[in-house]
C-alpha cells in the first residue's frame, strides 16, 4: 500500500507457504512506482502481521542527491541486546545493510544475558530454530519492520572461521557441506532475498549489485563461500609463506572477476562496498615484531594488493568499504603497499562494530595509542557497541558511528561518538 493504514492498496495476492521453505514466503512485487515508499503485511488465517515499511530504487542513472543507511553485524544473543536497533529503527534512513553474523552457532551457556536454545546447531531445524529465536527481539523486529534490508553472510551464520569446505574443525569436506546446506537453507528462508538466491544443495549466490540512481553503487561481496583456507592458522600470527600465495583467494576468481568488472563499468559517483572482513592491512604487534590476522585481506596479501592496485590504476570514482564482523569501530585508509608512507590512498574502509557480540564493550584507551602510532593508516578505533549511520550526496560521504553505553542490560542510551567525512575526488577519511 502507498499508505500506513493500509488503506490505498497497489497490490496484493495469494501464495502458498509450504513446510520445504520453513513456511517461509519471498513475494516478488513487480510494477511498483521508483524511488517512494511503501507498506505491506501478510494475512494467514486469522493472523495478521504487523506492518512493515520498504523502498524502492530510483531510477538507474537518474540523478539522485542523496542517499541514507546504516550498517550493522554480529548480534550474539546471548550476550546482549539489541537496543541498538531500536535507535536505528528511529533513524531517518533509506536503507540498512547487514554485514554478517546475523545469528551464532553456538551452544546455549548459562549465566549469560539471555539464552541460545540447544546445543551446537548443525541440521536444518536447529537452523531454523535459532533464526526463530533471533527474530523474536523485539528491537530487532523494527528495525526489519522500518527499512529494506541489504544482507550478506560471514561465518557464524554456519561455522566459526570456514573457509568453503572446510570447517573450523575440518570435518570431512562431505559432512560439512551437508552442515553449509541446512545453514544456507535456512539463511534464505529467514532473509529477504530474491527467489534467484534460493540454494542449490550447498550453494547459495549472494553476491550482487545495485546502484541508488547516478549518486552510489553497491557490490555486496561474500567472502566465506569461495575462499581458500587461511594460510597460517585463522588467528592473528606472524606472516608466513601462505600469505603471499598467489592462489589464496576470498572471493574467489568469478565474483573477483564480477566486481572488478562491475567497478570498471561504474558511473556513479560513489562505490560501496559492503563486505566481512577487514580490507584495511593491520600490525597488530607494537615495536619492531609483526602480527596480521589471517581470517581477514592481510591474510591473502596477494589478492588483497590485486584489488588494491586494480583502485590505484582503474580509479573508479570515490570506493568506500563496509565492513563488520571484529566488534570494533574503526576507519581506515586503503593502500597498495602500507611500507610505502608517500604511497597512494586508493580507498577508505569504515569498519562498524558489533551489535552485542563481546559484551558492554570499552570505550578504555589501552593500548590504543600505541596501536595507531605503528598503523598511521589507521584514522580511528572504539570497541563499544552500536552501528554505523551514513549519509551519501554529491559533495561527500559522512560516516556517524552510534555508540550505546550497555548491552547486558536493556534500555541503553545512545550517543554519536564520532563523525568522519570522504569528500567527493579526495581519497581518505577525515575526523569532523
Known amino acids: 500500500a502507498r499508505d500506513e493504514r493500509m488503506q490505498d492498496v497497489v497490490q496484493s495476492g495469494t501464495t502458498i507457504a509450504t513446510s520445504a521453505l520453513g513456511h517461509s514466503v519471498h513475494v516478488e512485487v513487480q510494477g511498483l512506482e521508483p524511488a517512494r515508499w511503501y507498506w505491506y503485511r501478510f494475512r494467514f488465517s486469522s493472523e495478521v502481521s504487523t506492518v512493515g515499511r520498504t ?16 550498517f550493522a553485524s554480529c548480534q550474539h544473543f546471548e550476550q546482549g541486546y539489541f537496543t541498538a536497533y531500536k535507535h536505528m529503527a528511529e533513524d531517518d534512513l533509506d536503507l540498512v545493510f547487514h554485514l554478517g553474523d546475523y545469528i551464532y552457532e553456538y551452544a546455549g551457556r548459562d549465566g549469560r544475558v539471555r539464552r541460545h536454545v ?12 535459532r533464526y526463530a529465536l533471533y527474530r523474536s527481539d523485539l528491537d530487532l523486529q523494527a528495525a526489519h519492520a522500518a527499512f529494506p534490508w541489504v544482507v550478506t553472510w560471514d561465518d557464524h551464520e554456519v561455522d566459526n572461521n570456514y573457509a568453503a569446505d572446510i570447517s573450523e574443525d575440518e570435518l570431512p569436506s562431505e559432512l560439512f557441506l551437508r552442515r553449509r546446506a541446512a545453514a544456507y537453507q535456512a539463511y534464505y528462508e529467514h532473509m529477504p532475498l530474491r527467489r534467484r538466491s534460493l540454494p542449490i544443495g550447498a550453494n547459495l549466490e549472494l553476491y550482487r549489485g545495485f546502484a541508488w540512481g547516478d549518486l552510489a553503487s553497491c557490490f555486496v ?48 559517483m560513489w562505490n560501496v562496498i559492503p563486505q566481512q572482513v577487514q580490507m584495511t592491512r593491520v600490525d597488530w604487534t607494537t615495536g619492531d615484531e609483526e602480527s596480521y590476522g589471517m581470517d581477514v585481506w592481510s591474510g591473502y596479501e596477494v589478492a588483497r594488493r590485486r584489488l588494491m592496485e ?10 568506500i568499504v563496509l565492513t563488520g564482523d571484529i566488534h570494533s569501530n574503526w576507519v581506515g585508509d586503503l593502500k597498495v603497499d602500507y611500507q610505502d608512507s608517500d604511497g597512494p590512498i586508493v580507498g577508505t574502509e569504515f569498519i562498524g562494530t558489533s551489535i552485542s557480540s563481546g559484551g558492554d564493550g570499552s570505550n578504555s584507551r589501552d593500548g590504543v595509542d600505541a596501536m595507531l602510532a605503528d598503523n598511521p593508516w589507521v584514522k580511528f578505533f572504539n570497541a563499544q557497541r552500536g552501528y554505523v549511520r551514513c549519509d551519501i550526496n554529491r559533495r561527500e560521504y559522512v560516516s556517524d558511528y552510534r555508540v ?23 581519497p581518505g577519511a577525515y575526523r569532523r
Open 55 to 70: 523502498r524502492t530504487l530510483p531510477e538507474q542513472g537518474i540523478r539522485v542527491d542523496r542517499l541514507r543507511f546504516a
Open 310 to 319: 586494480f583502485l590505484a590504476t582503474r580509479r573508479p570514482n570515490n570506493p
Open 404 to 426: 550505546v553505553d550497555f548491552v547486558t542490560r536493556p534500555g541503553s542510551p545512545i550517543s554519536n561518538l564520532a563523525s568522519f567525512v570522504v569528500e567527493n575526488g579526495r
Open 221 to 268: 561481496l561474500d567472502t566465506r563461500q569461495y575462499r581458500t583456507n587461511q594460510p597460517c592458522g585463522d588467528g592473528r600470527v606472524s606472516v608466513c609463506d601462505g600469505t603471499y600465495d598467489p592462489a589464496a583467494t576470498l572471493l574467489g576468481p568469478e565474483q573477483e572477476r564480477w566486481l572488478t568488472t562491475g567497478l570498471d563499468q561504474s558511473e556513479t
Open 118 to 129: 540447544g546445543d551446537e546447531i548443525e541440521v536444518i531445524d536447529d537452523y531454523r530454530n
